[in-house]
C-alpha cells in the first residue's frame, strides 16, 4: 500500500461541517495515512480565523488589557466544533494549560500555534488516528533557521511508530523547546516535509479551490484551470504573486520528489492541479504558457554610467548600498551603459532617498532616474523557450490593449518574460497577456490551438 501525505487548510477545517467532509475524504482512500491541519479558518465573510484572535489574545496580554472575552471566544468555538462531532479530545485540560501559560506573557509564536495545536487533537480523536504533536519534531536552530535534515530524521523515526496520525502544522520548536512558527501559511510547509519524512508517494494539499488557474479570477473572467504544472513553473508564479500554496512548501517535496496534487474539499471530485518535477508537466501540444501573475507597487531606480560595462564593480558598489540598507532586489535588467533596479516599495520603506545618496556617492553614476508606481507581471511557461514568436504576441497584445511597458527582463531559463507597467495598467495587461495566449490562437510557431 502507497502513502499519501494529505494537509487540510484553514477552510477545509473551520467548523465541524468541514471536518466531517474531510473525514468523507481521508476514508475514501486508505493510502491518506498521515494528515496535517490548520488552525480553524472563517466559516463565513465577517468570520475570524481562529489565529487572527490568538494573535490578538497576544496583543491584549502586551497592554495589559483584559483578553478573557477573546479567549472565550476561541474556547467555545473548539469546544462547540468537538460537542457536534462527539468526540471527547481533553479539550478542558489542554484549555487549562493554555490559559495558565498566558499568565506567563507566553511568546507570541506559542499563542498563535495554539490553533493547530486544539485543532489537530480534535481531528486525530474524530478520525481515530494517532496525534503526534510537530513540537519536538519539527526543529528550528537558536536563531530560528528551520533544520531539514534534523527534522526529516526526527519525523521519520516517529511516524514509523504510527500507522495513521494526525499532526498540527505551522510550529516547531528551538532547542530549548519553545514554540517557534513559519510565516504565515506554513502549514503548507509541514504537510511537504512529513510527506517528505515519510516518502509519501503524493503530498495532497486540500484547500479551498481546485487548484491554480491561469490567472488571478478577480482580473480574468472564469481563467482555465493548471491540469499540470512543473516545479519551477510553480515557483516562478508563486514567487511574482500566485497565492494558492505556500511558495517554501515547494522546496521540501520537490527535494524528495514528491508530486504536489492541489485539491477542493468542497470539490472533492476535482482532479485540481498536479506539480511535478519530471516532463510529464510538460505538453507539446498544450498551452505555451502555464499562468500569468504579477503583483503591484515597486520602485524601479534607473542609473546611468557612460562606459559602465568597462568599469569593474560598478553594479557591486550599488548592490553593497542595498545590502547595507537591507533592501533585497527583485530584479536587475541591464544594458551596455544602463541597469535598472528593480524594489519592492514595502521593503524600500522610507529609505529611498539615503539609498540615491549612497549611490552617487559610491558609484559616481551619471543620472540617477526613480519610476515609481510600478507594476510586475510575470508570463510563465516552459513551451515559451521552444515556440517562436512568444514574445512578438505578448508586446503585440500590449500595444493593442494600449499598456506602455516600461521595462522587460527574461530570465536565462526563458521560463518567463517579466514586464513592468504602471499600477493603473496591471489588471489591463494581465487581460490583454490571458487573452492572447489562451483565449485566442496566436501565430506563434506552429503550435496548436490553444485552451
Excluded at 117 to 138: M, P
Excluded at 330 to 358: R, Y
Aim: net charge negative; with cysteine.
Amino acid at each position: 500500500m502507497g502513502i499519501k501525505t494529505a494537509k487540510f487548510g484553514g477552510s477545509s477545517v473551520a467548523d465541524a461541517i468541514q471536518i466531517e467532509k474531510t473525514k468523507k475524504i481521508i476514508d475514501a482512500d486508505p493510502e491518506r495515512r498521515y494528515i496535517v491541519v490548520s488552525a480553524p479558518g472563517k466559516r463565513f465573510n465577517g468570520d475570524n480565523k481562529i489565529t487572527d484572535m490568538l494573535y490578538l489574545c497576544k496583543a491584549h496580554i502586551d497592554h495589559n488589557a483584559p483578553y478573557d472575552q477573546v479567549f472565550q471566544v476561541i474556547y467555545d468555538r473548539f469546544t462547540a466544533t468537538a460537542h457536534t462531532l462527539g468526540v471527547q479530545a481533553d479539550l478542558e485540560g489542554c484549555f487549562d494549560e493554555i490559559q495558565e501559560n498566558l499568565k506567563n506573557s507566553p511568546s507570541e509564536d506559542y499563542i498563535a500555534s495554539r490553533g493547530e495545536y486544539l485543532n489537530a487533537r480534535i481531528i486525530a480523536a474524530y478520525l481515530g488516528y494517532d496525534f503526534v504533536d510537530a513540537a519536538g519534531l519539527v526543529l528550528f536552530d537558536k536563531k530560528g533557521k528551520f533544520l531539514h535534515d534534523e527534522t526529516d530524521a526526527a519525523l521519520k523515526a516517529e511516524l514509523a511508530k504510527h500507522e495513521k496520525a494526525v499532526l498540527p502544522g505551522f510550529y516547531g520548536t528551538y532547542p530549548d523547546g519553545r514554540i517557534k512558527t513559519f510565516s504565515r501559511g506554513g502549514s503548507d510547509i509541514t504537510g511537504a516535509i512529513v510527506a517528505s519524512a515519510v516518502r509519501a508517494d503524493v503530498y495532497e494539499n486540500w484547500t479551498d479551490v481546485s487548484g491554480f488557474l491561469m490567472a488571478d479570477p478577480r482580473i480574468v473572467k472564469n481563467p482555465q484551470a493548471i491540469s499540470a504544472i512543473s516545479y519551477m513553473e510553480l515557483r516562478e508564479l508563486s514567487y511574482m504573486g500566485a497565492s494558492v500554496l505556500h511558495e517554501n512548501a515547494i522546496y521540501p517535496a520537490r527535494q524528495a520528489n514528491i508530486p504536489i496534487n492541489i485539491r477542493n474539499t468542497n470539490k472533492p471530485e476535482d482532479p485540481g492541479t498536479v506539480i511535478t518535477a519530471g516532463e510529464d508537466a510538460w505538453d507539446e501540444s498544450g498551452p505555451i504558457i502555464k499562468g500569468i501573475a504579477g503583483s503591484k507597487d515597486f520602485s524601479v531606480i534607473a542609473v546611468y554610467k557612460n562606459m559602465m560595462s568597462t568599469e569593474v564593480g560598478f553594479i557591486r558598489r550599488l548592490l553593497g548600498v542595498l545590502e547595507d540598507y537591507s533592501v533585497p532586489v527583485e530584479h536587475i535588467p541591464s544594458g551596455v551603459d544602463t541597469v535598472s533596479i528593480v524594489l519592492s516599495k514595502s521593503n524600500l520603506g522610507d529609505k529611498l532617498s539615503d539609498i540615491l545618496e549612497d549611490f552617487e556617492r559610491k558609484a559616481q553614476p551619471d543620472s540617477i532616474e526613480v519610476f515609481e508606481d510600478m507594476a510586475l507581471i510575470a508570463t510563465v511557461g516552459r513551451g515559451m523557450a521552444s515556440r517562436p514568436g512568444v514574445s512578438a504576441t505578448l508586446f503585440a497584445a500590449l500595444f493593442e490593449a494600449g499598456v506602455n511597458i516600461r521595462m522587460i527582463d527574461q530570465g536565462s531559463s526563458e521560463m518567463n518574460i517579466i514586464i513592468g507597467v504602471e499600477n493603473k495598467d496591471f489588471e489591463a495587461a494581465i487581460r490583454a497577456i490571458y487573452t492572447a495566449f489562451v483565449e485566442q490562437t496566436p501565430s506563434v510557431g506552429a503550435c496548436a490551438p490553444l485552451g
